[in-house]
């Protein structure tokens, strides 16, 4: 991976999360992923269980356009009870270090009314970026952008 992490001078640390990344590569993104299993049945109505779950149905995703958790550069978190979430931080820290591990992209958390998915308690939509991989900051184009404009 060679994400660059973006923190400001000065800005105090950030607790799990960055405050911005900067990626060059082939881009996978997610729809909204609920904590259901494959068969879209929720197994669970426990909110730690279900983000457990939708990280893995992330992984998941992200192996489909050839990704791995490493390459996420974006996570947006939409819950139905702010509460029940700071209530479960402790266990969603765990699920989130054995299913995701140390990388820790840009996110974004909102609070929503309600979810399409009646029983769903949480929805996260993941961006990852699957980087050349030779650790060049320009991605390893070995012609100006331009030319790959004209391609296109």
Do not use: C
């Amino acid at each position: 991976m060679t994400h660059d992490i973006l923190h400001p001078s000065g800005w105090k640390a950030t607790p799990g999360y960055a405050n911005g990344i900067a990626a060059s590569g082939r881009m996978v993104f997610t729809g909204g992923v609920v904590g259901w299993n494959a068969q879209q049945e929720f197994e669970s109505d426990d909110f730690a269980d279900q983000v457990e779950t939708a990280l893995r149905n992330i992984v998941a995703i992200l192996a489909e356009g050839g990704a791995g958790p490493e390459d996420l550069v974006r996570l947006t978190w939409y819950v139905t009870d702010k509460q029940e979430y700071l209530a479960s931080l402790k266990q969603i820290g765990q699920a989130y270090r054995e299913v995701i591990g140390r990388t820790y992209p840009a996110m974004a958390m909102v609070q929503v009314v309600a979810l399409i998915e009646d029983r769903a308690k949480v929805e996260i939509e993941a961006t990852a970026v699957i980087s050349d991989r030779t650790g060049r900051r320009d991605g390893g184009r070995k012609e100006p952008l331009g030319g790959l404009i004209r391609r296109l």
